[in-house]
């Protein structure tokens, strides 16, 4: 029986969120994201050893796991930061003079000694900074995998935040 699991809850689904008027005196920040090639399946990975990854054949993810990164990032800044907005970046935005944080997902899996991990880089105001993020699990399982997934998720929004 394949099992589907979802980054977001229904609380955080990450949804584009309206501009308020509010936010129109925020600084608008373009936010583009880029991830691993390997991450592009559908299907959840767990890293064997330190050259093998496995695809878990009856565990996929319900949308693609690119979107659900993206959107629980967009999700999680915009409800930290008082002072700016963050919007997907366009093609046409490439050029613009607005802010741009650009994030690099290179790992973001489970692995073999129960450890989920989230590493990768990101350029925001000029700087480049390298997150690498790891939570030991409590609880077999791909469902509690996915829960501390999430958690690193906000760990990374939060440390991009504070920049």
Request: avoid cysteine.
């Given at each position: 029986m394949t099992s589907y699991y979802m980054l977001n809850n229904p609380a955080s689904s990450g949804v584009a969120q309206a501009?308020?008027?509010?936010?129109?005196?925020?600084?608008?920040?373009?936010?583009?994201?880029?991830?691993?090639?390997y991450l592009s399946s559908p299907y959840l990975v767990m890293q064997m050893d330190a050259h093998k990854i496995h695809y878990a054949t009856f565990h996929m993810w319900a949308e693609p796991l690119t979107d659900s990164?993206?959107?629980?990032?967009?999700?999680?800044?915009?409800?930290?930061?008082?002072?700016?907005?963050?919007?997907?970046?366009l093609r046409r935005d490439q050029d613009s003079q607005q802010a741009h944080l650009s994030v690099s997902i290179d790992y973001f899996h489970v692995t073999s000694q129960s450890?989920?991990?989230?590493?990768?880089?990101?350029?925001?105001?000029?700087g480049h900074r390298n997150?690498?993020?790891?939570?030991?699990?409590?609880?077999?399982?791909?469902?509690?995998?996915?829960?501390?997934?999430?958690?690193?998720?906000?760990k990374l929004a939060k440390q991009i935040s504070s920049t």
């Open positions: 501009v308020h008027s509010k936010d129109k005196a925020k600084q608008k920040v373009l936010l583009s994201l880029e991830v691993a090639d990164i993206f959107n629980s990032l967009l999700h999680d800044l915009n409800a930290m930061s008082d002072t700016e907005v963050i919007v997907p970046a450890k989920v991990i989230l590493s990768g880089s990101y350029e925001y105001q000029g997150f690498s993020f790891e939570e030991t699990m409590q609880e077999d399982g791909y469902s509690h995998s996915v829960a501390l997934m999430r958690a690193l998720m906000q």
